[in-house]
């Protein structure tokens, strides 16, 4: 049974910073492409940003760019998401998921079959 859980959400400040992690189990994701997403209250889920599990090439959307890192260790069969200079419009259910033998940059939410059950992010101005 494949899983993924999100942890390191929390309440920051706008100019905080904060680091997401996502550990995954059940299946081997070296061929996979890991990505990031977050949803905010009545808003659609909207892509963050995503790694290739193989040779760490990554890929961010324009609205977190030069602000988010993302990064993963293998012996830990972890990703993270590392959150700098937040703002209050980052403040969202952030998701991990995992697209299986998929490389490139890969952004659709339908390529994604295996997702986490979120981490809240909140950012007071």
């Known amino acids: 049974q494949v899983q993924l859980v999100e942890s390191g959400g929390g309440s920051v400040q706008a100019g905080g910073s904060l680091r997401l992690s996502c550990e995954g189990s059940?299946?081997?994701?070296?061929?996979?492409?890991m990505g990031w997403f977050r949803q905010a209250p009545g808003q659609e889920r909207e892509f963050v940003g995503s790694?290739?599990?193989?040779?760490?090439?990554?890929y961010y959307a324009a609205t977190v760019k030069g602000r988010f890192t993302i990064s993963r260790d293998n012996a830990k069969n972890t990703v993270y998401l590392q959150m700098n200079s937040l703002k209050p419009e980052d403040t969202a259910v952030y998701y991990c998921?995992?697209?299986?033998?998929?490389?490139?940059?890969?952004?659709?939410?339908?390529?994604?079959?295996?997702w986490g059950q979120g981490t809240q992010v909140t950012v007071s101005s």
């Open positions: 059940g299946r081997t994701f070296s061929g996979d492409t």
């Open positions: 790694i290739q599990w193989s040779g760490g090439s990554t």
């Open positions: 998921a995992a697209a299986p033998g998929l490389v490139g940059i890969v952004t659709m939410t339908r390529a994604y079959p295996y």
